[in-house]
């Protein structure tokens, strides 16, 4: 039962990644390890008209994705020692002092928040910046973002805004886990599907 | 072959090794012996430390591929709903049973029935486990491995790695019959993983499934290992073959096994080996989260 | 970590993310980090300090809040004021600023002066003194002045500061004060658009404040990519609420960028350089069609066709004589263009018709187009359209061009650099010329002041600059210009890295961050605000600030009382603060009580945003412009005078380019090249911050078309290529870029491996030092090269 969500406007966000970057300052994380990723989509097809000119029918869009902090979480229910749980609050947190590190949560997340700290052996994910928002402010992203395409707060709040729309192309079917993560669908992402659009950046998210 | 997951091929192959040993062990030569009334076949202690050798393998390679394995009794404390908590249950419980079998075995050979049963036990308790085993990979997050064809592949690997291995056991020891039917099954279950690779792969390849990803991978980034599998499994296949019309009644020709079977073993677990490495590149998401 | 209990763990919440700092690329302690060290006096010990985002010359100037602990930053946040309003939105910083921890705790970080003592370029140093560093600079200084004169000295461009203090502007100051340098002018940044823009207009500001974009109807960004180049803090932004408001955008760019992605209803796809083909073929539609501004066109430009040109040139080709070919006998129909520009004719008429017809509109000029051969030509044929289009003076208009701010723009630098006594400015871009063959520099080279220089560069002192071996044309012909030492005799290189310049030093100058020294900012290009940059760490090492530097200099060569005017970092910092509120703010509040404030941002709200040519619209006879008719030079006679039409002719033409798909060189090297700016980088600053590297690693990016012919695969190492170098990197096959153009984001570090290629994809390898006709400015994106599959 998630309480909290995030909310993407995949039509407006450039891929700039301060998103990512800003996380990764507020938990000091280096290099390899991705709290929130940012996803390219792209699909086209390129030809070349009797002119000589080019046409295309390319469609891009960028999806910003840190841990869904789903009300049905695959982690949790995957993570042999309780270390992955969810708090009274919704939010989906990792006891550093219960983790293995069997990376089984990695496995069982479709969205691939949970992230391996080899040097630590265990596995981290983004944590809403808890303390931040126990503060009364938004986590790290949300208020990093300079197209303001990133927000945060209570499910409710985020549904009765933004209407309870939890996926765009390619992200996976919503009910298998019900992210806490609501999308404003890029107006090309209806398209997607039919260009065979994937995403392309596949070494700037995982390692 | 490059791969993170070395400790995971070993460990899952060792533990379905050992599990494969001891239901063939139960089927093939305990049962027609026991309907037989033989004497209980104290020349098969062997099968028994092998079996129990592959699963303490198995239990040390878990280890290694933990990131932390210092909280590893922790691993048990969620039984409820995690997969791997039940399979690390299950590995312990498999293994306390083996090394029990084990001992009474050795220590009381002349138990006879309540041994079988101890042994019947363990296979049963194997057969389980291989299931476990293969439920923790079928999670909608990874469809590539999401299917029957996994708990398929980890018993036929089972299967057939414990009787290509106890055909080589049983080279001094084994009945013609017996012989002859894990010849068949040395044979036969590569034959089966070759016939239903297509149907596989076609499933891996369908869009609506692993999104076509999963056979990409296969026959982009894997293809030597693809075929050095096709050639493996040949090779068994052959090797099997060639042990099984090798096979007299006359025991006294047995010698002349030695080198097919044991050519048909090692082919078939190094197949397991190639077989298993492959599964594990399948671990993606068809999106690419 | 190890005993904590599970209360604790749901208190501090955090606990996933609050990781003990594990990298031994840049944790504190390994740079010999003495915690405790106190921060600058009248801030607090410990806490949040706001303060402005070091300014490397991206186009932003944003706000930063930075956790100190024991004299160590510890995490870095952004401009938090309530309200983010589009009067005065928040400077929320970027992916550069967000990460600069990594580059103020990096390792590599220059600690202690270094003389050079091995071959030059070889990159041997030892460690050195200050007082011996500086003892060899003054000297060096003394005898080259003596022996080759002021003129001889030159303090290249470089934009790796700004802060007033930090920066190139005290060694200008400095230089002035014994007896000059080598002066430059111009930019690499718009050393085209600054000439071309006063062609049309007699001014450079030509712009609208940016709350203005939110009245547009119709956006044209025409090789415009704020999201990622940062045109100014925020303009994506806008952008963003000017389309919630309605406005339909356009984007036109041989990449579909990040601002393409993020903020067009269209991209449209068009080989570089050929953008004056569109432009032209956009006019050619709107005048057969009639859909110009004819009322506007008759009363306030020239030259648009032959009723209107000026005296003494009344038969020469006018605008609609060019576009209908009246001369050269080719009409400039999209049917024309198509194949030049790569665009569809259908599109060049629906994008013609759009923006002509729907008002207001805007059309947005990027800077790459005009880093080119003939980068004046797109300047004017943007200029041209949108005054075609009688898109000048109103609101929701835009007049194109440079488009500097109405009303007053930033200020830069005020850091007051006196008058150079040396007359003597080169272009630029021309250093190079002027270290080779400055004493035959003529006006034809761009040289003004003199007529001829008595001496070429004997002594260079770069400051903040990675111009001499990365960022100018042509990487391995500067390389063996700079190692002959008998022609360079001395050359000094402060910086806060080892770049490629500075391994080409004979001393190089360890420079402290701006948190580590006091400064000030107040916006690029826009921006109605000044920032505070405050001292919150100590410098690293023996790191110092480049106005201590000069200082220390200047006490050496006898001038340090004129030169300091007896304050420091701080001082000057307040100095130059009631400077703005004498002049920009006057309702800044006094230093003091600002710094104590730890406000960090001074901004005013622009909830009536001002425009260009609002009166020379209303009355342009009462209002002329600073052009010579007065009016909008369609057709420029000074440029028709200058008797060069063939590269400068007086109104804007396409010209095909001296590197070109259409040229005999295509045939070795049939890729264009280009060489944006890249999120991970502003120009070569940030190449070695790792988590800039992670997000946007260093590529080519190339279009599946073209990777298909090389058998080329996505993430493949590449060898790219032409008479001028080698360059080594992996590539990324992407339909974000059209067909037979790649593109190579500017800024890498020159790496040369042992054969001579480099792997660290400098594009600056493959560029050339040529320049462009009438600015003298750099054309560094226009090369052709050509990609293979490469082994190591």
């Known amino acids: 039962m998630s309480t909290f969500g995030f909310f993407c406007d995949t039509s407006a966000c450039s891929g700039c990644k301060t998103c990512q970057v800003s996380c990764k300052d507020k938990n000091d994380l280096d290099a390899g390890i991705r709290f929130r990723r940012v996803y390219e989509v792209v699909g086209a097809n390129w030809n070349k008209t009797d002119e000589g000119a080019w046409e295309h029918d390319i469609v891009a869009y960028n999806l910003s994705i840190g841990c869904n902090h789903c009300e049905n979480p695959a982690c949790v229910k995957a993570c042999p020692t309780k270390a992955m749980h969810a708090e009274l609050d919704g939010m989906i947190l990792i006891d550093p002092n219960k983790c293995i590190g069997c990376r089984y949560c990695e496995w069982a997340c479709p969205y691939g928040a949970p992230q391996y700290n080899k040097l630590k052996g265990i596995m981290q994910k983004c944590d809403f910046c808890r303390d931040y928002v126990l503060e009364g402010k938004p986590p790290a992203c949300v208020s990093s973002c300079p197209m303001r395409v990133l927000e945060f707060g209570p499910i409710s709040q985020l549904i009765e805004k933004h209407g309870d729309n939890r996926s765009v192309y390619p992200l996976p079917d919503p009910s298998i886990t019900r992210p806490a993560l609501f999308i404003r669908k890029h107006p090309g992402a209806k398209l997607a599907k039919k260009l065979n659009a994937s995403i392309i950046n596949r070494e700037e998210v995982k390692e | ?289 | 970590m190890g005993k904590q209990n599970r209360r604790d763990f749901i208190k501090k919440g955090a606990v996933a993310g609050g990781v003990v700092l594990t990298s031994p690329i840049w944790f504190p302690d390994a740079l010999g980090f003495s915690p405790g060290q106190a921060v600058a006096p009248g801030l607090s010990q410990n806490g949040w300090i706001r303060a402005g985002c070091p300014a490397h010359n991206c186009g932003g100037r944003c706000l930063l809040k930075l956790l100190v602990k024991d004299g160590i930053i510890t995490r870095i946040e952004t401009d938090d004021r309530p309200g983010d309003t589009v009067a005065d939105p928040q400077l929320r910083a970027c992916i550069r600023g967000r990460s600069y921890r990594r580059r103020q705790y990096h390792t590599d970080r220059l600690k202690t002066p270094l003389v050079r003592n091995g071959k030059r370029g070889e990159g041997k140093f030892r460690e050195a003194t200050w007082d011996e560093a500086l003892s060899i600079m003054a000297a060096e200084m003394v005898r080259v002045r003596s022996k080759y004169g002021n003129e001889s000295i030159f303090v290249p461009y470089g934009t790796g500061s700004y802060s007033h203090l930090n920066g190139r502007w005290p060694a200008a100051r400095l230089m002035n004060l014994i007896g000059g340098a080598l002066e430059y002018y111009n930019s690499y940044s718009w050393a085209c658009i600054s000439k071309a823009t006063p062609t049309v207009y007699g001014t450079t500001t030509t712009g609208n404040q940016r709350q203005d974009w939110l009245n547009s109807k119709y956006i044209l960004m025409w090789g415009w990519n704020p999201a990622e180049m940062r045109d100014g803090t925020n303009s994506e932004f806008f952008i963003k609420k000017a389309r919630e408001n309605g406005a339909r955008v356009v984007c036109i760019d041989p990449r579909m960028t990040f601002s393409a992605v993020s903020l067009a209803d269209e991209w449209i796809s068009i080989r570089p350089g050929t953008d004056t083909a569109m432009m032209s073929a956009m006019a050619y539609v709107m005048y057969k069609e009639k859909l110009y501004d004819s009322d506007f066109v008759r009363t306030h430009c020239v030259g648009f066709d032959s009723t209107q040109m000026p005296k003494g040139v009344e038969d020469e080709e006018s605008y609609v004589d060019y576009l209908l070919g009246k001369f050269d006998g080719q009409e400039k129909s999209p049917q024309w263009a198509a194949p030049i520009t790569g665009v569809p004719s259908e599109t060049i008429t629906r994008i013609a018709r759009e923006y002509a017809t729907t008002k207001p509109a805007m059309l947005y000029q990027g800077y790459g187009m005009q880093r080119r051969a003939y980068g004046e030509q797109p300047v004017r044929g943007g200029c041209v359209l949108a005054a075609i289009t009688g898109n000048v003076g109103i609101h929701g208009g835009w007049a194109s061009g440079i488009a500097h701010q109405p009303g007053g723009e930033p200020f830069w630098s005020i850091f007051p650099t006196g008058t150079n006594p040396v007359k003597a400015k080169i272009p630029t871009f021309l250093w190079s010329e002027a270290v080779t063959r400055g004493t035959t520099l003529t006006a034809k080279e761009g040289l003004t002041g003199v007529d001829k220089l008595n001496s070429n560069i004997k002594f260079i002192w770069s400051v903040a600059s990675n111009i001499l071996m990365n960022q100018h044309g042509n990487v391995n012909r500067s390389g063996r210009i700079l190692e002959n030492e008998s022609m360079v005799e001395f050359i000094v290189v402060q910086d806060q890295f080892m770049t490629a310049s500075a391994r080409y030093a004979d001393l190089v100058l360890p420079v402290c961050t701006h948190f580590e020294t006091w400064g000030l900012e107040d916006g690029w290009k826009y921006g109605e605000e000044v920032i505070l940059m405050p001292q919150i760490v100590q410098p690293l090492g023996l790191a110092k600030s480049d106005y201590r530097i000069c200082a220390d200099l200047a006490a050496r060569l006898g001038v340090y009382e004129a030169f300091t005017e007896g304050l420091d970092e701080r001082g000057w910092t307040h100095k130059l603060w009631d400077e703005y509120r004498r002049t920009r703010f006057p309702n800044l509040p006094p230093f003091e009580q600002f710094v104590e404030s730890n406000q960090g941002v001074y901004s005013v709200p622009v909830s009536d945003p001002k425009i260009s040519f609002e009166e020379f619209r209303k009355d342009p006879i009462k209002h002329p412009l600073q052009t010579p008719s007065g009016k909008i030079e369609i057709f420029s006679k000074t440029l028709f005078d200058m008797g060069m039409k063939e590269e400068i002719p007086a109104v804007p033409k396409y010209i095909q380019e001296w590197e070109s798909p259409f040229g005999p060189e295509a045939k070795a090297y049939p890729l264009q090249a280009i060489g944006p700016h890249y999120m991970a980088r502003v120009h070569s600053t940030h190449d070695n911050v790792d988590w800039l590297r992670e997000a946007f690693p260093q590529r080519v990016f190339i279009n599946p078309i073209d990777a298909k012919d090389r058998k080329l695969n996505d993430g493949d190492r590449v060898l790219v290529f032409n008479d001028r170098g080698k360059i080594s990197l992996p590539c990324r096959v992407t339909p974000r870029i059209m067909p037979g153009v790649v593109s190579i984001p500017q800024g890498a570090w020159t790496k040369p491996g042992p054969d001579g290629i480099d792997r660290n994809g400098n594009i600056n390898i493959l560029s050339s030092e040529r320049w462009t006709p009438l600015a003298f400015g750099n054309a560094q994106h226009t090369i052709m090269v050509e990609i293979k599959r490469s082994k190591n």
């Open chain 2, 1 to 289: 072959m490059k791969s993170s997951e070395w400790p995971l091929v070993i460990f899952s192959l060792a533990i379905q090794l050992s599990a494969g040993i001891m239901v063939i062990y139960d089927l093939f030569i305990l049962f027609p012996m026991y309907r037989s009334r033989v004497a209980f076949p104290s020349k098969y202690h062997w099968i028994l430390l092998i079996a129990l050798g592959a699963a303490l393998v198995g239990v040390i390679f878990s280890f290694l591929h933990l990131g932390n394995p210092t909280n590893a009794p922790r691993s048990l404390s969620n039984i409820g709903t995690s997969w791997l908590s039940r399979e690390i249950t299950g590995v312990l419980i498999y293994s306390a049973l083996l090394m029990g079998t084990t001992i009474l075995h050795f220590v009381m050979p002349s138990a006879g029935r309540s041994l079988k049963w101890l042994v019947d036990l363990t296979a049963l308790t194997g057969v389980i486990l291989i299931f476990i085993m293969s439920k923790i990979y079928m999670i909608p997050a990874r469809p590539a491995w999401n299917s029957v064809f996994t708990p398929l592949g980890f018993y036929m690997a089972a299967i057939v790695m414990g009787a290509s291995l106890l055909l080589l056991f049983q080279i001094n020891h084994g009945s013609w019959a017996s012989q002859k039917s894990l010849a068949i099954l040395t044979i036969s279950i590569p034959v089966i993983q070759l016939a239903i690779l297509p149907i596989y792969m076609s499933w891996l390849g369908h869009p609506d499934f692993a999104g076509g990803k999963g056979l990409a991978i296969l026959l982009h980034n894997h293809l030597i290992a693809f075929y050095l599998r096709l050639v493996l499994y040949l090779l068994a296949i052959a090797f099997g073959f060639w042990a099984f019309f090798t096979i007299r009644s006359d025991t006294t020709q047995n010698r002349l096994l030695f080198a097919p079977a044991l050519l048909a073993w090692a082919s078939i677990l190094a197949a397991q080996i190639v077989d298993r490495l492959l599964f594990y590149t399948q671990n993606i998401s068809p999106e690419g989260f």
